[in-house]
């Protein structure tokens, strides 16, 4: 069969991969998931997205200090901590740069020496790392690993550019979705707050007959002496006052 007919089904086939791929991360994506889930998720059908890819993680950075949130294979762990230990290597250059790393691992065993080994010891003969960027709290790198015998092409580079930026964007909505979670917990905590201390307040008022002011200044000494927060001191009145009712 012609060569340049193989290829061209050899890209078709890993085209619809990828198109898969998306479609199932797509398929899969629910809002309220917590961000931990969808990088799972992520990383486990990246794999999928890019064919000759066998080892996948995702390496994040906390307080500027790099992890691996999730992986598919403990090799994937023992490479990624091989580069935070020295402080270099594809998936860190990746993050450094914001631009996609693609090497071979024997032709950068100078320049990484303590990614080469990690990654020898685990059979791994290539890299493909691209930068993840969710959010100012969450990014680092989408990491792949091939154990097959041959290097990533150009063309694996930029399947994995294009699946990054779609998980990239289903990561944001998790985000923001959390972001939204959270922000309404902490106002239906304030409204709760606010209406226990004028419940307190207005019991306060009825029992010494003093005006809000003077209420609300017992409730905040009390909770100084008590080093207790003021809600926490003024739920506990209430429920006392409830109680001789």
């Known amino acids: 069969m012609d060569e340049n007919l193989l290829r061209e089904r050899d890209a078709v086939r890993r085209v619809d991969d990828v198109t898969a791929?998306?479609?199932?991360?797509?398929?899969?994506?629910?809002?309220?998931?917590?961000?931990?889930?969808?990088?799972?998720r992520v990383c486990r059908q990246v794999i999928h997205a890019v064919p000759d890819a066998e080892i996948a993680s995702v390496t994040l950075l906390r307080d500027g200090l790099p992890y691996t949130a999730t992986?598919?294979?403990?090799?994937?762990?023992?490479?990624?901590?091989?580069?935070?230990q020295a402080g270099h290597g594809p998936c860190l250059e990746a993050v450094r740069t914001g631009e996609l790393q693609r090497v071979a691992v024997a032709e950068v065993a100078h320049r990484w020496p303590a990614f080469a080994s990690a990654a020898a010891e685990a059979s791994v003969v290539a890299a493909l790392s691209a930068p993840l960027v969710v959010d100012h709290e969450y990014h680092g790198s989408l990491n792949l690993y091939d154990t097959g015998g041959a290097s990533f092409g150009a063309f694996d580079a930029a399947l994995l550019d294009l699946y990054t930026a779609a998980a990239e964007a289903a990561l944001r909505s998790t985000r923001r979705h959390q972001a939204a979670r959270e922000t309404m917990g902490q106002l239906r905590t304030a409204l709760t707050s606010r209406a226990v201390i004028d419940q307190a307040k207005g019991i306060l008022m009825a029992l010494h007959c003093i005006p809000s002011g003077e209420a609300f200044a017992l409730l905040t000494k009390a909770s100084q002496e008590q080093n207790r927060k003021l809600r926490e001191v003024a739920q506990d009145f209430v429920a006392e006052a409830t109680k001789r009712r």
């Open 71 to 84: 992986a598919t294979d403990d090799g994937a762990h023992r490479i990624d901590s091989a580069q935070y």
């Open 21 to 40: 791929a998306l479609d199932q991360l797509a398929d899969d994506f629910v809002e309220d998931e917590e961000l931990p889930v969808v990088l799972q």
